[in-house]
């Protein structure tokens, strides 16, 4: 049964920092591409960041670039994204979807909420 299950996520003030996991499980999780979409409330489901299987190219939308960290161990079948200097903007469910290539729907998380707020 293939799984992906998100956790980390909380509510952490403007400034601060989270870490979000994705443990991954029922398919080759090295083989596939991993991604962190995040939707807040009203607004459309946003790619955030995309990692690579193997080589470990990252990509990043502009809104999170130099303030997120995608990365991955896949001896753990796990997948991760560090988050520094929040702002109450990024504020959203986060999810972790795994595809095997860039167009494909792939599998999806059922998201972890972060709140950012004093």
């Known amino acids: 049964q293939v799984q992906l299950v998100e956790s980390g996520g909380g509510l952490v003030q403007p400034g601060g920092s989270l870490r979000l996991s994705c443990a991954a499980s029922g398919f080759i999780f090295s083989s596939f591409l991993m991604r962190w979409y995040r939707q807040a409330p009203g607004k459309e489901r946003e790619l955030v960041a995309t990692i690579t299987s193997t080589v470990g190219t990252t990509v990043y939308s502009d809104s999170v670039k130099g303030r997120f960290t995608i990365s991955r161990d896949n001896a753990k079948n796990t997948g991760y994204l560090q988050m520094s200097s929040l702002k109450p903007e990024d504020t959203a469910v986060y999810y972790c979807?795994?595809?095997?290539?860039?167009?494909?729907?792939?599998?999806w998380g059922r998201g972890t909420q972060v709140t950012v707020s004093s």
């Open positions: 979807n795994a595809a095997q290539y860039i167009q494909q729907f792939g599998y």
